[in-house]
């Protein structure tokens, strides 16, 4: 399907000087942010306390969240959780202070501020378990990475897989860049949705690959830099009608979602916008710097001279 058609080419390549030097440019400062900020790690990896109470009514989050707070704890979560009448309260943990007394603390100042207040559980999850969470997420990062390097590898040549993969990681240190430029709280819920994002990314490059390697055994006349813009620009509507279907979803999430959904969607956000840059302009882009060349991906599939099909028959390759 495509809303509209393009009849000449864009000549994006003639700019894809200009482009790679931005992303450079936002690489090196999403990877600034990140050793000088740092993430602002989640309980599920720092340790602390997790709450959920239920209420008669459904009560005022931002209301609870001040009682809680009052109560002398930073970086304190409050959370619808189920139902409007369940909230989850996550509290960081504190030296000399365990997680009973916490909690017993906290349900305390819940019942003074509203005596219908139930506590449903408790959990308390430790530094340990969050340093292994941590390091099971890099892992599963990592394998993922390979994994994709390995795909592209064998569908196509090593020079894409070289430029999917710079391009990917360029949106997973984007993302995490934002997070911690703006101190956003890093999630297992937002992990998931950077490794989501490896992999629609890598989906759009595929998409890309496939019209270029298409293109070479088509349009034998035609450079690389050419073929990778007539690409490009063939793919343009698809990219407006899949692109925009799911942001139109993950804004949804991130507007309507609640707290819950919240950076979840918004680390989602952030990977599908420059995903589709990184696609376009960089990982095609790298390609070409890579010199991927025509006999790199139609190789021993030489067209007869006089070939009815062949758009330019005779050319000389």
């Known amino acids: 399907m495509e809303f509209f058609k393009i009849r000449r080419d864009i ?5 894809a000087l200009i482009f790679n030097v931005i992303s450079v440019l936002t690489f090196l400062l999403a990877v600034f942010f990140l050793f000088s900020r740092g993430l602002h790690l989640s309980v ?19 209301k609870v969240r ?6 002398g704890f930073t970086d304190v979560q409050v959370q619808n ?23 017993d603390k906290t349900l305390a ?10 506590l449903k559980r408790t959990e308390f999850v430790g530094p340990q378990v969050g340093e292994e969470l941590a390091t099971d997420g890099l892992k599963a990062l990592g394998m993922v990475v390979v994994g994709i390097m390995i795909y592209l590898a064998m569908r196509f040549e090593w020079k894409f897989a070289v430029a999917a993969i710079l391009a990917n990681l360029h949106d997973v240190v984007i993302i ?32 890309i690959f496939d019209r270029i390697r298409e293109a070479f055994r088509r349009y034998r006349k035609m450079s690389t830099s050419e073929t990778i813009d007539h690409a490009i620009t063939s793919t343009i ?9 799911t942001q139109i979803m993950v804004l949804s999430m991130l507007l309507f979602g609640g707290a819950t959904l919240h950076y979840f969607a918004m680390a989602l956000t952030i990977g599908i916008c420059f995903g589709i840059y990184s696609s376009v302009f960089v990982a095609a882009a790298i390609a070409m710097w890579l010199g991927v060349k025509r006999e790199d991906l139609v190789k021993g599939q030489t067209k007869k001279e006089g070939d009815p099909n062949d758009p330019n028959a005779g050319a000389t390759v």
Do not use: C
Request: charged letters at 15%; proline letters at 4%.
């Open 66 to 71: 001040g009682t809680v707070s009052a109560l």
């Open 109 to 118: 100042a819940l019942k003074a501020a509203d005596p219908s207040v139930t």
């Open 237 to 245: 509507s698809r990219t407006i009608i899949t692109h925009g279907s």
């Open 44 to 62: 599920e990896f720092t340790g602390g306390t997790v709450m959920e109470v239920a209420y008669a009514q459904a009560p005022d989050v931002e």
């Open 81 to 103: 959780f189920g139902t409007a009448k369940d909230i989850l309260i996550r509290l960081p943990a504190q030296k000399g202070v365990s997680s009973a007394q916490q909690s």
């Open 176 to 207: 995490l860049g934002f997070f911690a430029f703006f101190q956003w709280e890093f999630s297992l819920a937002v992990l998931a949705a950077v490794l989501a994002v490896l992999g629609y990314s890598v989906n759009e490059s595929v998409v």
């Open 11 to 15: 000549p994006f390549m003639r700019h």
